[in-house]
């Protein structure tokens, strides 16, 4: 399920740290036609100071003098343009990186290493440039705008379990769920439809992995729900999240986190509790510890939709491997989701019959 992309040819990608003046090259040029800047002058019709400064890279050459140094020097006014954009650009990019210079000491708590090993920003020897790539990768211009966007109230950097110890990783993992549900197509939220979705994904159960994902995520689709999986990063100990990407697209991310598919489908529908429960607002992120009552809610929400409440009370019996299956096809789910349930309550030990477990892993 991973995707990575590394290459060799593009390590370090070169970023000169100077900018090269117009007239530089407009004084090279005059030069091999036996010209002075006062001759120029006289032949453009602009003053000897202003040829001075457009020498010095202190007066910009505007489409207009392109044109009158196109019909003295012979070199088209394309040419001269473009040198003026590129040294402008250049002197833009100069002054950011000394801005982002200041920033540095950020970058130390976004795995970088992680994204450059995924393919999702280009390694960089220059440590300015590399943030510039990683505020590319969350989509801001600056540190203090990714600390205004990460530190809302939306996302609750701050006062979440979740994000305690590396916010930055967790930051990292739901952008990387944002960017991949961003390109998958889906119809408009409907409630109704994410309901009858649920109910066909709940048979899924018992399938594969290759079977499974794809129909789920379809399904999901075409009720307004984008399904993404995304390897989880240290530092990041979430098994699924839930974020409204827009008033009519949601987004279920999920890690793999404990690798069992009854913690995969317990996740699942715990998020999709949150779906169809809660609001739109607030990013909803389980790592097994939050007291928060909504989450109390979704885990009831995935315990009752995965065993229905008037067969809880048959869980106490179930003491044999054959006696979990036959339970299991029963209610028409997967007998690893017993198991994991068995375990939770407490009714059997969490070394009994894990054989009975899926264990999933990224290909």
């Given at each position: ?90 002197l ?13 000491a ?35 211009a ?19 379990p ?10 990292t993992?739901?952008?990387l ?102 609001g ?75 054989r ?8």
């Amino acid at each position: 399920m991973g995707n990575t992309r590394t290459g060799s040819a593009k390590r370090y990608p070169f970023e000169p740290d100077y900018a090269v003046a117009p007239g530089r090259t407009l004084e090279e040029t005059i030069d091999a036609l036996g010209m002075d800047q006062r001759e120029l002058a006289t032949r453009t019709g602009l003053s000897a100071k202003h040829v001075n400064l457009m020498m010095k890279g202190k007066a910009p050459i505007t489409y207009d003098t392109a044109n009158l140094l196109e019909r003295v020097t012979g070199v088209s006014a394309r040419m001269w343009n473009n040198l003026e954009s590129n040294y402008r650009e250049q002197l833009v990019r100069l002054e950011e990186k000394k801005r982002l210079e200041k920033d540095l000491a950020w970058l130390k708590g976004i795995p970088t290493a992680e994204l450059i090993k995924r393919g999702k920003i280009e390694r960089h020897r220059d440590k300015a440039l590399l943030l510039r790539e990683v505020l590319r990768f969350f989509g801001v211009a600056s540190v203090s705008a990714w600390k205004g966007l990460w530190g809302s109230p939306k996302f609750s950097l701050r006062k979440s379990p979740a994000f305690k110890g590396l916010p930055g990783a967790m930051a990292t993992w739901l952008r990387l769920g944002e960017l991949e549900a961003q390109v998958t197509k889906y119809q408009p939220f409907d409630k109704s439809k994410f309901r009858v979705a649920l109910a066909e994904i709940r048979c899924l159960t018992i399938e594969l992995p290759e079977a499974f994902v794809p129909e789920m995520k379809k399904l999901c689709a075409a009720a307004g729900v984008a399904v993404v999986l995304v390897p989880e990063i240290r530092g990041a100990p979430a098994s699924g999240a839930t974020q409204w990407l827009t008033p009519n697209k949601a987004m279920i991310l999920l890690s793999l986190r404990y690798k069992s598919n009854d913690q995969f489908w317990f996740s699942f529908f715990h998020e999709a509790g949150h779906i169809l429960n809660d609001g739109k607002k607030q990013v909803f992120i389980d790592n097994g510890k939050s007291s928060d009552e909504r989450d109390k809610r979704a885990d009831r929400f995935a315990a009752d939709y995965l065993i229905p409440p008037q067969r809880a009370a048959e869980l106490n019996r179930l003491r044999s491997w054959a006696a979990i299956e036959e339970f299991a096809k029963s209610v028409g789910i997967a007998p690893g989701i017993v198991v994991g349930r068995l375990q939770r309550q407490g009714i059997i030990g969490y070394n009994r019959f894990n054989r009975l477990k899926l264990r999933l892993e990224w290909v």
